[in-house]
């Protein structure tokens, strides 16, 4: 066997080969012939989708069957979301944007569970929005909803349950709303763009921390092309986000993730395939998942690793509801509608999992160092390997079959001069599997 000089090592050695959640296609929900955007569950059993077509559709037995409630041409529903099982809002895109999009009313709402559904506009003060994008509910009475893509950028506010609204001109600090996220009715984010024109856009978060009276600028991507896409967060200090690139000049796509309450944001790779991203989701800080143009993306390790998931293609919003049991029920709507239910976890084999000595040898290793990595036991060869931060930032490519063919193990390699500290190792194998571990480089 060829031995290629290779190196990584292990400080405290966690070796993941990932379990699969196991997403599962609902032959009877809403098809529209392309990607659908918005999808909202009250529990598991109760839930909306929406779609550019200007159809809105409900479940009551948790996506088995579905009835169609609103069909109205010339209108892009593309966000959904309801106070209870009766009361609930839904947003059009609004004209002058997409083909065929007639209808100026930005928000409709429904007081008895969808079955009707009637326009916000006169109830609107302020500035009145061409369209929206995302709507959250943070409780009964204090609803966000913000847009549009491509321009103009409006907060609307209600605190009184969505009777009355405030609009509210964001374009000095952004030109593209695409999702929002409140923690509570005062502090929140908008995940939007730099710019109308998207080859001049970066990614943009926004903050406010009372009640979107003033904002603060808490990300901006380095990147042209770029836009936030949609957001979730776990908990008040753990959130996560997808960058939308349009960049056909590189590959490379991020996620970002806050852990301080949105007050700072770290790019996570995702992969280097040069995929959109659309959707995302997490269940707890260490299990999510991105939907892209060409399927899923998930991770178990807070975001340093990734593979693929079988949740359909173009999955644009993800709606995840707790149930009493402490399980997790999950949708995901695209080009079709998916489910996940946390008890159909497939959990690792025990028997791929090997002692750090088995692995990596020496251990510590100094910059600059050689030494030996063994994966035989994983019968695959490895295709890519990367070094990353422990907030999962790229910091080099160790390896990448793309230049240099698969290698099969054990090889070694002369670990690159970089600064003594812990850092992440990412590898890919020929199945596209991924694994990850931690290494503590000495001096």
């Not at 895109?93 to 007081?111: A, C, E, Q, R, S």
Request: hydrophobic share 35%.
């Amino acid at each position: 066997m060829q031995k290629i000089i290779f190196i990584i090592v292990s400080y405290f050695f966690s070796l993941a080969i990932f379990g699969q959640y196991n997403w599962s296609s609902l032959d009877n929900a809403p098809y529209n012939g392309g990607k659908q955007d918005g999808i909202y569950f009250v529990n598991k059993d109760v839930g909306w989708v929406v779609n550019g077509s200007g159809r809105i559709y409900k479940t009551t037995d948790g996506g088995e069957n579905w009835i169609q409630q609103k069909n109205s041409p010339g209108t892009y529903f593309r966000s959904v979301a309801f106070i209870n099982d009766q009361i609930g809002f839904a947003g059009n895109i609004g004209p002058n944007y997409f083909p065929g999009v007639t209808d100026t009313h930005p928000l409709y709402k429904t007081i008895d569970g969808g079955n009707s559904w009637a326009p916000v506009t006169a109830n609107i003060t302020g500035i009145v929005p061409t369209g929206i994008c995302a709507i959250q509910a943070v409780n009964e009475n204090v609803i966000y909803a913000g847009g549009r893509v491509g321009t103009p950028t409006v907060l609307l506010k209600s605190t009184d349950g969505g009777n009355n609204w405030v609009g509210t001109d964001l374009s000095s600090q952004c030109k593209m709303i695409l999702d929002i996220h409140f923690q509570t009715p005062e502090i929140g984010f908008v995940f939007a763009g730099s710019n109308a024109n998207i080859a001049a856009s970066k990614a943009r978060i926004l903050k406010t921390t009372d009640g979107g009276q003033t904002w603060t600028v808490v990300y901006t991507s380095s990147r042209n092309y770029e836009i936030m896409w949609k957001a979730s967060f776990v908990s008040e200090q753990v959130g996560f986000a997808t960058i939308q690139s349009y960049n056909s000049a590189t590959t490379q796509r991020y996620v970002v993730k806050t852990t301080d309450g949105g007050n700072t944001w770290t790019e996570i790779p995702l992969n280097n395939s040069g995929v959109r991203e659309f959707g995302i989701g997490f269940i707890n800080e260490q299990v999510g998942w991105v939907g892209a143009e060409n399927g899923g993306y998930q991770t178990t390790d807070g975001g340093l690793t990734w593979t693929t998931a079988n949740m359909g293609t173009y999955a644009n919003k993800l709606s995840i509801v707790s149930n009493s049991d402490g399980t997790k029920t999950c949708y995901a709507v695209g080009l079709n509608v998916y489910k996940l239910e946390t008890n159909n976890l497939t959990t690792s084999n025990p028997e791929n999992t090997k002692k750090k000595s088995d692995l990596v040898l020496p251990n510590p290793v100094k910059s600059g160092g050689l030494a030996t990595l063994s994966l035989d036991h994983l019968k695959s060869k490895i295709r890519k390997a990367e070094l990353l931060t422990m907030h999962g930032s790229l910091v080099k490519t160790l390896f990448d079959a793309y230049y240099e063919g698969t290698r099969e193990s054990p090889f070694m390699f002369y670990f690159p001069a970089v600064e003594k500290g812990t850092y992440i190792v990412r590898f890919t194998d020929e199945k596209n599997s991924v694994f990850s571990q931690k290494l503590l480089i000495t001096e």
